[in-house]
C-alpha cells in the first residue's frame, strides 16, 4: 500500500508513519520541515506545505491511499495559546486535496476528526463543551466540521474518524467503535491506537463513507 500522509511531524502522524513502516508501507510524507524526519527506502520526504497545491500535486504522485492528521494547532497544549495555524488549515488543504485526487487512482482517504463535531457535540462532558466554545481549542473543532463537509460531500471513498481526548501512551489498547453516537465513552485513547485504526480502516471496505467514535474500551 502506498499512502499519502499529512501531519506527519505531528504528534499522532509519528504514529502513523511508524506502525506503517512496520507493516511495510510506503508513506510519502509532505512536511515544512523534511529535518523532522528520516527518508528511507519506505519513506519518501517531499518538503513543502500541505496547503500549496502544486505541493499537493507531487505528493499525490504514484500514491493510493491518503491519511490525514493535519490539525488547527496552538503555540502550546495551554487552551488559550494562540493559534500557530490558519483556523480553516485543515478546511483549505482538504478542499484542494478532493480537488486534486483522481478517484480512479486514489483508493481510500481516511481523516482523523475529534469526538464532539457535528452531532456529537451532545455527547460530550459540558465543561468540554464550554471550553471549545471558550477557548481556542473551538478552532480546531469548527474545522473539523468543516472538513468533513468537504468529504462527505465529495466522491472518495472517506473514513472520518473522531477520536476522544488524545494521550501519549504507547501500551496497547482495544479500541471501542461508536456509529452511532452512543454517550459516555472512555475519555481518552492513545495515539498509537488511534494511529492503527487509521491505518486498518483504509483496508475494510465496510468503513467506506463511515464516521466513528472511537475510545479505548
Known amino acids: ?34 529535518s523532522k524526519i528520516k527518508a528511507s ?5 517531499i518538503k513543502g506545505n500541505p496547503n500549496n497545491q502544486e505541493d ?63 452531532e456529537t457535540k451532545k455527547d460530550i462532558p459540558f465543561w468540554f463543551r464550554w471550553l471549545i466554545y471558550s477557548s481556542n481549542i473551538g478552532a480546531a473543532y469548527r474545522d473539523h466540521e468543516r472538513q468533513e463537509k468537504i468529504l462527505e460531500e465529495s466522491n472518495l471513498d472517506w473514513t472520518i474518524v473522531r477520536p476522544v481526548g488524545l494521550t501519549n501512551t504507547t501500551k496497547d489498547q482495544i479500541v471501542k467503535e461508536s456509529f452511532d453516537n452512543t454517550p459516555n465513552p472512555k475519555l481518552t485513547i492513545g495515539r498509537k491506537a488511534v494511529a492503527s485504526y487509521l491505518l486498518d480502516c483504509l483496508k475494510m471496505d465496510s468503513m467506506i463513507g463511515k464516521k466513528v467514535v472511537i475510545s479505548k474500551s
Open 1 to 34: 500500500m502506498k499512502i499519502l500522509l499529512l501531519g506527519a511531524t505531528g504528534r499522532t502522524g509519528k504514529q502513523v508513519l511508524k506502525i506503517a513502516v512496520e507493516r511495510g508501507y510506503h508513506i510519502t510524507c509532505l512536511v515544512r520541515n523534511p
Open 41 to 45: 527506502d519506505s519513506v519518501t520526504v
Open 56 to 118: 499537493l500535486v507531487s505528493a499525490l504522485q504514484n500514491n493510493s491511499h491518503i491519511i490525514s492528521v493535519l490539525n488547527v494547532s496552538r503555540v502550546s497544549d495551554f487552551p488559550w495559546a494562540p493559534l500557530r495555524t490558519p483556523k480553516k488549515y485543515m478546511s483549505e488543504v482538504l478542499s484542494k486535496l478532493v480537488a486534486l485526487s483522481n478517484t480512479d487512482t486514489i483508493k481510500r482517504v481516511a481523516v482523523c476528526s475529534a469526538w464532539g463535531v457535528s
